[in-house]
């Protein structure tokens, strides 16, 4: 699928990968990893891996091969690092957190856990929110269920009070989660070492 520009994402045709590490927890475990390639014209490949681990746990996370290509190192850095961790958010329904990578003064990618849904649209972009809660069964909403917290309306984007933003999908879907992961973690990094332009779209 194509994500922005020249920028797609494709589930590789190879079998699933096993592997050994540490979960979002800190706890060892086996994982079984569904691999996506993101690719940009006239750049190395990236590989996304959406881990399963066999502890119940499960992350999206850009994986760090044994050779990795030569790149700037807000990128390099990226690998292996700000995964994303995915969990049951209701029956039939899972969640992963939106928070979206930015780049600090010494070129290491940070992220941003609280952000007004209005801050949240600037940093993502207002229409590709859009898009990916576009997708069957898809939303966007407050982490966590709190009387105290605005509404989340892409419609009418509130910019009074940070909070922690997820995106809801259903549990059969293996396609949002990545596109997410590469839209909020990914994209930022990309269009700040130059490889996307700030308004590619």
Not at 100 to 113: A, E, F, K, L, Q
């Amino acid at each position: 699928m194509r994500l922005l520009n020249d920028l797609t994402l494709a589930r590789s045709s190879g079998k699933r990968i096993d592997k050994t590490g540490r979960t979002c927890s800190g706890e060892m475990s086996r994982a079984s990893a569904v691999e996506w390639d993101l690719c940009l014209s006239g750049q190395p490949p990236l590989t996304v891996h959406d881990n399963h681990w066999v502890n119940g746990e499960r992350d999206v996370v850009l994986f760090k091969p044994t050779v990795v290509p030569e790149m700037p190192a807000a990128l390099s850095n990226l690998h292996n690092r700000l995964r994303s961790g995915i969990s049951a958010s209701a029956p039939g329904e899972l969640r992963i957190m939106v928070f979206p990578t930015h780049v600090d003064t010494h070129g290491r990618p940070r992220i941003r856990r609280s952000l007004t849904t209005a801050d949240l649209a600037d940093a993502v972009g207002l229409r590709h929110l859009g898009e990916l809660v576009s997708r069957k069964g898809v939303r966007l909403g407050a982490a966590f269920d709190r009387p105290d917290l605005p509404p989340v309306d892409l419609y009418d984007p509130q910019h009074e009070k940070p909070l922690q933003h997820a995106v809801f999908f259903p549990a059969a879907d293996e396609e949002t989660p990545v596109v997410a992961f590469a839209r909020f973690r990914i994209v930022p990094v990309l269009r700040h070492i130059g490889w996307l332009s700030p308004d590619a779209g």
